[in-house]
């Protein structure tokens, strides 16, 4: 149980055009997900929270026009990053919680971006 | 506030040796801690947590034990194998703050067979 699915698992787009990253809890309902971001050799980095069905917040740093965050519904997330750029490529990392494991976080396998 | 401190890698071991990590933090309240595994190309997947002082997490072969008293949560294993070569992150989650976990810089580990 607790599966967390994204996709894709890796995109190649070009500068200026925008991309949009899935997260998906497959046998539970996420009231929170969570969009982490890594680069090589580094840590994770969280850059936004997002409840179900409100708007989401993003940590210090993030640009939220950049990166749009919705969270539709209990099962899906979205991540777009607009107007991408070479220095937007990463490793983008989606978590889910909810349930009873509220305090518990399922991580999804991540979405590698290269900008071009 | 909330940190993380986790030993710097790379970490090389032959198989079979005895493997810890170290790892402190900092924070207020009681915490949740929790040790992570990335392998090459994949996401991260939870190892082993403990959510109260003393309590010992274990999973794989692997230990950790929350320790009060010394911040830590050491992660330990008494014989490694090629296949736990990876990267290993130290997290906690502040049970005040929505379930925002904190990691550390994380641990490349790699055992030579």
């Known amino acids: 149980g607790a599966v967390v699915s994204q996709h894709p698992s890796w995109v190649i787009c070009k500068s200026g055009t925008s991309v949009k990253i899935e997260c998906r809890s497959l046998?539970?309902?996420?009231?929170?997900m969570f969009w982490y971001r890594q680069f090589p050799k580094q840590s994770l980095m969280l850059m936004a929270t997002?409840?179900?069905?409100?708007?989401?917040?993003?940590e210090q740093g993030v640009e939220k026009d950049k990166f749009l965050i919705n969270h539709a519904s209990l099962t899906l997330s979205t991540l777009t990053v607009t107007s991408a750029h070479p220095e937007d490529s990463s490793f983008y990392i989606c978590?889910?919680?909810?349930?009873?494991?509220?305090?518990?976080?399922?991580f999804g396998p991540g979405t590698r971006l290269t900008v071009t | 506030g909330n940190s993380v401190t986790q030993m710097e890698g790379p970490v090389t071991l032959s198989e079979e040796a005895f493997l810890t990590i170290n790892c402190t933090y900092t924070?207020?309240?009681?915490?949740?801690l929790f040790w992570y595994v990335q392998y090459p190309g994949e996401g991260l997947q939870l190892l082993l947590k403990a959510t109260k002082a003393d309590d010992k997490g274990s999973n794989k072969g692997f230990e950790a034990t929350y320790r009060k008293e010394t911040t830590s949560f050491h992660l330990e294993k008494g014989s490694v194998q090629v296949s736990d070569s990876a990267v290993y992150f130290c997290a906690l989650s502040d049970r005040s703050s929505a379930s925002k976990i904190i990691f550390g810089s994380g641990t490349r580990l790699s055992i030579r067979p």
């Open positions: 978590s889910a919680a909810g349930g009873l494991a509220v305090h518990e976080q399922y």
């Open positions: 046998d539970f309902q996420a009231t929170t």
């Open positions: 997002s409840n179900e069905g409100s708007k989401a917040t993003y």
């Open positions: 924070a207020t309240g009681y915490p949740s």
